[in-house]
């Protein structure tokens, strides 16, 4: 048995206070145990924003250049553990290989990207109205960042959070998901043999409830980034805003795939397939309702049970989709199976867990498809979170529409149509933060904005690219008279 991870504070690996940890075993074979973690308390969480607060000074005050340097660095050295890492993301949250390979990709990526933009970081300069003036604009770091992170994607989310809070100058507390913590704790290995200074990033593992919630009510921190399901998140905002912090909460998804008369069904049932079945579901902009035409309902739905059925499923060390992360995750997706079967909708494909020798013990369960769905039932409504999707016919586009837009949430919608004109109204009338002609729902690119609209986010700040640099930016407007 390895030893158990520490938590990472002020530049040392540490254990905590309460002398406990936690294990986490491997999804696809819940019998094996991956890793231990330090189960953390509120004082662990208080001594972790204390050293986040003592290296401010050091950091902002370190030239941006020179942090850039710090997470090119770091993300070299991610590149150097790619195949290490990919291996802790599957063992801990069962993603398929070359999913978990991509995402490590991505937080890679992550780190060269925001390395570049700490040595852009700057202001503008203006126009005065009297002589002798220099008025310009400075881009200044807002203080200590309090970082809480999901574990479905437990490495990229950290990092696109992670570099460029650190590249504008924070430090930070970062709590990772209690399910998945390995990767976050690798990205703190790399940016230390990088060269970070003592107390700039401080990783915590435990519950949210005690240590993200003392991150989140310290006055030590300024900043609240989180990423997680709705009902969490909504709290974690209200406790944020009451403590007068800036906060960003990015939440839950019910993300719509609409598929008009033009298409053709065999492409639109890739896309639904890809972003539907695709990460076990477990994405919060993963496609779970295809909203669909009545003229090409019934080929649509034939080609997307073929693909349902024809799926790999097993352990993500070689097969196409890996299982849900917990027991508790795959069975409030078979609940949601029951309960959709209770409402009236047709399952056609899947419903249950999967027979044979590779899936006898994991999580896994079924690619599921519902026909027959009316969008007022909860599989409709509810955000499931596995590999299932609910069909709904409609007779024309502005009926599509309506219905893609008839839910709390508004992460990501997409369209798939040969009518130009329908793309557009699409892009000018679908109610979400990522909006897509003729592709999955799910898939971002790192240097564009991305957020929710509605129940989705707190609709406060974006994350990633340029606008990921904002939340963590203060301007400061300096009028230098000489
Ligand atoms: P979760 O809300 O259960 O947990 C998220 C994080 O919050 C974890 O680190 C958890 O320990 C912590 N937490 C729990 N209670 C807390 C509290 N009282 N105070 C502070 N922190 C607390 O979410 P999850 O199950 O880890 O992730 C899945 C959810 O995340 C899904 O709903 C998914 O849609 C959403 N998600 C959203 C995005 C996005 O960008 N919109 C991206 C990925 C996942």
Same mark, same amino acid.
């Given at each position: 048995?390895?030893?158990?991870?520490?938590?990472?504070?002020?530049?040392?690996?540490?254990?905590?206070?309460?002398?406990?940890?936690?294990?986490?075993?491997?999804?696809?074979?819940?019998?094996?145990?991956?890793?231990?973690?330090?189960?953390?308390?509120?004082?662990?969480?208080?001594?972790?924003?204390?050293?986040?607060?003592?290296?401010?000074?050091?950091?902002?005050?370190?030239?941006?250049?020179?942090?850039?340097?710090?997470?090119?660095?770091?993300?070299?050295?991610?590149?150097?553990?790619?195949?290490?890492?990919?291996?802790?993301?599957?063992?801990?949250?069962?993603?398929?290989?070359?999913?978990?390979?991509?995402?490590?990709?991505?937080?890679?990526?992550?780190?060269?990207?925001?390395?570049?933009?700490?040595?852009?970081?700057?202001?503008?300069?203006?126009?005065?109205?009297?002589?002798?003036?220099?008025?310009?604009?400075?881009?200044?770091?807002?203080? +200590?960042?309090?970082?809480?992170?999901?574990?479905?994607?437990?490495?990229?989310?950290?990092?696109?959070?992670?570099?460029?809070?650190?590249?504008?100058?924070?430090?930070?507390?970062?709590?990772?998901?209690?399910?998945?913590?390995?990767?976050?704790?690798?990205?703190?290995?790399?940016?230390?043999?990088?060269?970070?200074?003592?107390?700039?990033?401080?990783?915590?593992?435990?519950?949210?409830?005690?240590?993200?919630?003392?991150?989140?009510?310290?006055?030590?921190?300024?900043?609240?980034?989180?990423?997680?399901?709705?009902?969490?998140?909504?709290?974690?905002?209200?406790?944020?805003?009451?403590?007068?912090?800036?906060?960003?909460?990015?939440?839950?998804?019910?993300?719509?795939?609409?598929?008009?008369?033009?298409?053709?069904?065999?492409?639109?049932?890739?896309?639904?397939?890809?972003?539907?079945?695709?990460?076990?579901?477990?994405?919060?902009?993963?496609?779970?309702?295809?909203?669909?035409?009545?003229?090409?309902?019934?080929?649509?739905?034939?080609?997307?049970?073929?693909?349902?059925?024809?799926?790999?499923?097993?352990?993500?060390?070689?097969?196409?989709?890996?299982?849900?992360?917990?027991?508790?995750?795959?069975?409030?997706?078979?609940?949601?199976?029951?309960?959709?079967?209770?409402?009236?909708?047709?399952?056609?494909?899947?419903?249950?867990?999967?027979?044979?020798?590779? +899936?006898?013990?994991?999580?896994?369960?079924?690619?599921?498809?519902?026909?027959?769905?009316?969008?007022?039932?909860?599989?409709?409504?509810?955000?499931?979170?596995?590999?299932?999707?609910?069909?709904?016919?409609?007779?024309?586009?502005?009926?599509?529409?309506?219905?893609?837009?008839?839910?709390?949430?508004?992460?990501?919608?997409?369209?798939?149509?040969?009518?130009?004109?329908?793309?557009?109204?699409?892009?000018?009338?679908?109610?979400?933060?990522?909006?897509?002609?003729?592709?999955?729902?799910?898939?971002?690119?790192?240097?564009?904005?991305?957020?929710?609209?509605?129940?989705?986010?707190?609709?406060?700040?974006?994350?990633?690219?340029?606008?990921?640099?904002?939340?963590?930016?203060?301007?400061?407007?300096?009028?230098?008279?000489?």
């Amino acid at each position: 048995m390895t030893e158990p991870s520490k938590n990472y504070v002020n530049g040392e690996w540490v254990a905590s206070e309460t002398g406990e940890t936690a294990e986490v075993t491997n999804p696809a074979n819940p019998s094996e145990v991956v890793a231990t973690y330090q189960h953390s308390n509120e004082n662990d969480a208080a001594a972790a924003v204390d050293a986040a607060v003592a290296a401010e000074d050091e950091w902002r005050n370190t030239p941006g250049p020179e942090r850039g340097r710090i997470l090119r660095e770091a993300g070299t050295l991610l590149a150097q553990r790619k195949d290490e890492l990919t291996e802790i993301l599957i063992a801990e949250e069962g993603k398929a290989r070359p999913e978990a390979a991509g995402e490590v990709q991505r937080a890679i990526d992550i780190f060269h990207y925001f390395s570049t933009k700490a040595a852009d970081l700057g202001g503008a300069r203006k126009g005065a109205s009297g002589p002798n003036t220099n008025l310009y604009t400075r881009q200044e770091p807002v203080g +200590v960042a309090a970082l809480i992170t999901p574990w479905n994607y437990p490495i990229a989310i950290p990092a696109w959070k992670l570099a460029p809070a650190l590249a504008a100058g924070n430090t930070v507390v970062l709590k990772p998901a209690s399910i998945a913590p390995g990767v976050v704790v690798e990205i703190a290995r790399a940016l230390d043999e990088a060269g970070l200074p003592d107390g700039v990033l401080n990783v915590v593992t435990g519950p949210g409830s005690s240590v993200g919630s003392e991150f989140i009510g310290n006055e030590g921190t300024d900043l609240v980034s989180f990423t997680g399901s709705s009902q969490v998140g909504e709290m974690v905002y209200e406790q944020a805003t009451d403590a007068g912090k800036r906060v960003q909460t990015e939440l839950g998804g019910k993300n719509p795939t609409l598929v008009a008369d033009s298409a053709d069904p065999a492409e639109a049932a890739d896309i639904v397939a890809n972003g539907g079945f695709g990460t076990t579901g477990q994405s919060c902009t993963a496609c779970s309702r295809a909203i669909v035409h009545e003229d090409v309902y019934d080929d649509f739905v034939a080609e997307l049970v073929d693909r349902a059925e024809s799926l790999d499923v097993g352990p993500g060390t070689d097969h196409e989709m890996g299982p849900q992360v917990s027991e508790s995750e795959l069975s409030s997706t078979l609940e949601y199976i029951d309960i959709a079967e209770g409402e009236g909708a047709t399952l056609v494909a899947g419903g249950g867990v999967p027979e044979g020798e590779e +899936v006898e013990t994991g999580h896994f369960v079924e690619p599921t498809v519902f026909t027959d769905v009316d969008s007022d039932m909860r599989i409709a409504q509810e955000e499931v979170f596995g590999p299932v999707v609910a069909v709904i016919e409609v007779s024309d586009f502005d009926e599509g529409l309506a219905v893609a837009n008839d839910v709390d949430y508004g992460l990501s919608a997409s369209v798939v149509t040969d009518d130009h004109t329908e793309a557009n109204r699409f892009v000018d009338e679908a109610e979400a933060g990522v909006v897509k002609v003729n592709d999955k729902t799910t898939g971002l690119e790192l240097h564009v904005p991305f957020g929710g609209f509605k129940r989705s986010s707190s609709e406060t700040w974006r994350e990633q690219g340029d606008a990921g640099l904002d939340f963590y930016t203060i301007e400061k407007t300096v009028y230098d008279n000489y």
